[in-house]
């Protein structure tokens, strides 16, 4: 039984390994592979890549709710301080509450986007790791069909070769053959005999 392959992380990061689903040769050799190791970690792979993306959209909208909320506590702050309007005070607590939550959300969201590299380089290793199981079975077993192509080609060019001789030496002789009788008969003669004995 042959071993499984250890690659590690470090691999990826000095080799600068990109991600494989994106890689173009990586595509066209194994994108369509009927592996289900190699179709279940791209899919890991992917469902990462889009967690990460949609993880980086939900922090910016929150950075931005943040800012709108935040020039809001400003504005109101203002009305209440300076244009004594403490009715406002109550809408001031909503928008710093508001702050607070989206803060938290926000800590929540950078925390897991921190994570992300990490989980979406061991994913992509552990596509490489089945990109090379894969990978060498399939090298293994397509070196032996070569092999035997190969084989069978060394046999038919032979064969050819036979076939090639032996035609050359038909023909040689026929038109030997040929040019005898054309010099001995003539070729209304030869015309004659063609017709009755070539049918």
């Given at each position: ?19 494989l ?14 592996n289900?190791n ?11 890549v889009?967690k990460?993306?949609e ?28 244009e004594?309007?403490p ?9 710093k509450?508001?702050?607070e939550?989206i803060?938290e959300?926000?800590n929540?969201l950078?925390?897991q986007?921190?994570t992300?590299p990490k ?7 552990n596509l ?14 397509r070196?032996?069909?070569?092999k035997q ?6 046999v038919?060019?032979t ?8 035609k ?24 004659k005999?063609?017709?009755e004995?070539?049918?």
């Amino acid at each position: 039984m042959k071993r499984s392959i250890d690659l590690d992380e470090k691999l990826i990061k000095k080799n600068r390994i990109p991600l494989l689903y994106n890689e173009p040769s990586w595509v066209k050799l194994f994108g369509k592979a009927r592996n289900r190791n190699i179709q279940r970690a791209r899919e890991e792979l992917i469902a990462l890549v889009e967690k990460e993306k949609e993880l980086d959209i939900k922090t910016k909208d929150l950075q931005r709710e943040k800012l709108k909320a935040m020039k809001m506590i400003l504005g109101i702050s203002d009305s209440v301080n300076n244009e004594n309007k403490p009715e406002n005070i109550r809408l001031l607590d909503e928008y710093k509450n508001k702050v607070e939550r989206i803060n938290e959300e926000l800590n929540e969201l950078i925390f897991q986007l921190e994570t992300m590299p990490k989980e979406i380089r061991e994913a992509n290793l552990n596509l490489l790791n089945a990109t090379i199981e894969y990978g060498y079975r399939e090298l293994n077993n397509r070196e032996k069909i070569l092999k035997q192509s190969i084989e069978e080609i060394d046999v038919l060019r032979t064969r050819l070769k036979e076939l090639i001789k032996i035609k050359h030496d038909y023909e040689e002789w026929i038109n030997e053959t040929y040019r005898f009788f054309h010099g001995l008969l003539g070729s209304d003669t030869i015309e004659k005999i063609d017709e009755e004995r070539l049918r």
